[in-house]
Nanobody, 121 residues
Framework: QVQLVESGGGLVQPGGSLRLSCAAS????????MGWYRQAPGKQRELVAD???????NYADSVKGRFTISRDNAKNTVYLQMNSLKPEDTAVYYC???????????????WGQGTQVTVSS
């Protein structure tokens, strides 16, 4: 009943910027925390940043000062502004949201399909 769709990935040179978006749709009553995760080849998936419904943010040490997470609750959308990108940021980026759905009023985590970010000269 709920889908999260990421967009905005692509190829960028080191030092460049990208802005990722993730929009949730379906029978949504409310979304609690939303977050961005990434998985590089040969590595485990890791948390990049997350944000509560009230706007409290948390970042991985590797991206602090370079990435900014934000959300628009009216649009059920979370964003990740990525600046000063480095080759080590190359990964598939996934969106996650804690979604309360209707009419069944169940709550669970949903994941997006992922979007590729490649940082290379």
């Amino acid at each position: 009943q709920v889908q999260l769709v990421e967009s905005g990935g692509g190829l960028v040179q080191p030092g460049g910027s990208l802005r990722l978006s993730c929009a949730a749709s379906g029978r949504i009553i409310s979304i609690s925390a939303m977050g961005w995760y990434r998985q590089a080849p040969g590595k485990q998936r890791e948390l990049v940043a997350d944000i509560t419904r009230g706007g409290i943010t948390n970042y991985a040490d590797s991206v602090k000062g370079r990435f900014t997470i934000s959300r628009d609750n009216a649009k059920n959308t979370v964003y990740l502004q990525m600046n000063s990108l480095k080759p080590e940021d190359t990964a598939v980026y996934y969106c996650k949201g804690g979604v309360l759905t209707g009419p069944d009023w169940s709550f669970r985590d949903y994941w997006g399909q992922g979007t590729q970010v490649t940082v290379s000269s």
